[in-house]
């Protein structure tokens, strides 16, 4: 089992850059499927975007495409999230999710699919 930790929320303007990263003790990162998903107060959590084992398949929410970068940083065990352009709507609380299931080109969207999941990040974006 794979453990996860998200790190680099905070407070950002309208416009402005965070980094999100999720680091994985217990199994290589290289081994799951990589997720991150998002929960806004009084919503469902949501897919934002994912990377599959082999790092040569990423799928984004439609919102945050050209905006969102999804990338793998094996070395360091991590998979990072780079998000541009921030917005008042990207406002949440951001997950990081693993999961083992699939082929290595495999990128699933539904948060079902996913059985190791961190704690969060709060990224909130000022207008």
């Known amino acids: 089992q794979v453990q996860l930790v998200e790190s680099g929320g905070g407070l950002v303007q309208a416009g402005g850059s965070l980094r999100l990263s999720c680091a994985a003790s217990?199994?290589?990162?290289?081994?799951?499927?990589i997720g991150w998903f998002r929960q806004a107060p009084g919503k469902e959590r949501e897919f934002v975007a994912v990377?599959?084992?082999?790092?040569?398949?990423?799928s984004y929410k439609d919102s945050v495409k050209g905006r969102f970068t999804i990338s793998r940083d094996n070395a360091r065990n991590t998979v990072n999230l780079q998000m541009n352009s921030l917005k008042p709507e990207d406002t949440a609380i951001y997950y990081c999710?693993?999961?083992?299931?699939?082929?290595?080109?495999?990128?699933?969207?539904?948060?079902?699919?996913?059985?190791?999941w961190g704690q969060g990040t709060q990224v909130t974006v000022s207008s």
């Open positions: 217990g199994r290589t990162v290289s081994s799951y499927a």
């Open positions: 990377i599959s084992r082999s790092g040569g398949s990423t």
């Open positions: 999710a693993g999961t083992s299931s699939g082929s290595t080109w495999f990128v699933p969207r539904w948060k079902n699919e996913y059985d190791n």
